[in-house]
């Protein structure tokens, strides 16, 4: 039995988001914000769905989801996914029949007083107007739906008195926002059916999104008083303890730091995705030939669980991180190579027990992707997808600048 390279890890993630020039930044030069004191702080929780191939279990996809509140007066709770990698807010309607929307927590536009349909440039629906709809992929599946800006509030409809003080951060006064969403009508089995969340918060750059209406993010650095123009992400798969994974909305919280931050440029910011150049990847010391040409970017994302290479440089990693498993019954314990990814800025260090699978896989099952990930010429251009193992142990938040500064 062999183990391969899945993620099943201990992720500690500090995100935080700085837009610039593409071009390398000596670390000098990487302006570093100050911590914020006060991040607005919502607990999320892990949750593992088992991958079956030939009746066997040969993986896990894993999600992270906290609670929001959406409406006015009364506000309706949904839990939902902070993603990096799309840009808008999306919740199964009450309209929405399926058995997929069925099984999670449904948005009722009509409960709310604060609700109204727009269009897909965020402008109000005109009377006697027929709404817009548009159908979303994410990664293996996809929405359909129409469009409603409301008010959406991090954190729970109620706070309780547990709830408003986490130690010297108050928690009593979550954002709000007055944000334009999708109302899914049609929602795959995959992989909506699958998780316990309800929705998605995207957490891309406005570009990313239909609108800018539609930006969470986008909205959130616009609004007065918002605070540190920053979120960070702190995954952990050993919850408890104080050790619970947050999305800090806000800024950083400066207690789930192990090693002063890391700060890298974000490229070709005007595609959407919080991507970075890559200057090179190692394995055990050895420089793969994929990002000699300079021309490499990782996407970093939080909804995504795998780490992606392009092909044909995906066979070749695989070849150099799969070790035969023999007696051991949890494949993050193998003496396996290091995985470095070298950023401008600092590195990432990805070690065995971080994008190991936990299982060895049994004769005959695969965790490869026949179909791997469609993309155009220009998106693929020497791109990686950096999942949940680009996070662990590692800190790299950064900060918002102007239009003018992102040249």
């Known amino acids: 039995m062999k183990s391969t390279s899945e993620v099943q890890i201990l992720l500690m993630v500090i995100f935080g988001l700085l837009i610039t020039s593409s071009q390398s930044l000596p670390r000098a030069e990487i302006e570093v914000p100050p911590e914020s004191s006060r991040p607005y702080l919502v607990p999320l929780r892990r949750e593992s769905v088992p991958v079956r191939r030939h009746g066997k279990i040969a993986s896990f996809k894993t999600s992270y989801s906290g609670v929001i509140s959406v409406g006015f007066p009364k506000r309706q709770e949904f839990r939902v996914v902070f993603d990096t990698g799309s840009g808008h807010i999306v919740l199964p309607a009450l309209e929405c029949g399926s058995e997929t929307c069925l099984l999670h927590r449904r948005y009722n536009m009509g409960a709310s007083q604060s609700a109204s349909m727009v269009n897909m440039d965020g402008s ?119 050790e619970e994974s947050e ?74 991180v799969t070790q035969e498993a023999n007696d051991i019954l949890d494949c993050r314990l193998v003496d396996a190579p290091t995985i470095e990814i070298e950023l401008p800025g600092g590195n990432i260090t990805i070690y065995p027990e971080t994008y190991m699978r936990r299982l060895p896989l049994r004769e005959g099952v695969s965790v490869g992707s026949a179909k791997g990930v469609s993309m155009t010429a220009a998106e693929a251009n020497g791109k990686q997808v950096g999942g949940e193992q680009w996070f662990c142990r590692q800190h790299s938040p950064a900060k918002r600048l102007s239009a003018d500064e992102c040249e």
Not at 156 to 185: F, H, R, S, W
Not at 309 to 317: C, G
Request: aromatic content about 8%; some cysteine.
């Open 247 to 320: 999305v800090a909305i806000g800024g950083y919280n400066g207690k789930r730091l192990l090693e002063p931050l890391a700060w890298s440029p974000v490229a070709k910011q005007d595609l959407g995705y919080w991507q970075v150049r890559i200057l090179a990847i190692r394995i055990n010391g050895k420089t793969l030939d994929v990002c000699k040409d300079g021309t490499c970017h990782g996407v970093v994302d939080t909804g995504s669980s795998h780490l992606g290479v392009p092909a044909p440089y995906d066979k070749e990693v695989a070849e150099l």
């Open 124 to 242: 109000p629906l005109a009377a006697g107007e027929y709404a817009d709809q548009a159908t979303i992929g994410f990664g293996t599946g996809e929405i359909t739906g129409e469009f409603v800006k409301d008010r959406v509030c991090l954190g729970p409809a109620e706070i309780t008195k547990a709830d408003a003080t986490d130690g010297e951060q108050t928690q009593a006064n979550p954002p709000c926002l007055d944000v334009a969403l999708i109302m899914a009508i049609e929602m795959s089995a995959q992989p909506f059916k699958s998780f316990g969340f309800d929705g998605i918060l995207g957490l891309g750059l406005g570009s990313l999104a239909l609108s800018p209406s539609f930006s969470f993010f986008d909205v959130l650095t616009k609004s007065p008083g918002s605070g540190s123009h920053h979120f960070a992400v702190y995954l952990t798969e050993h919850e408890g303890d104080g």
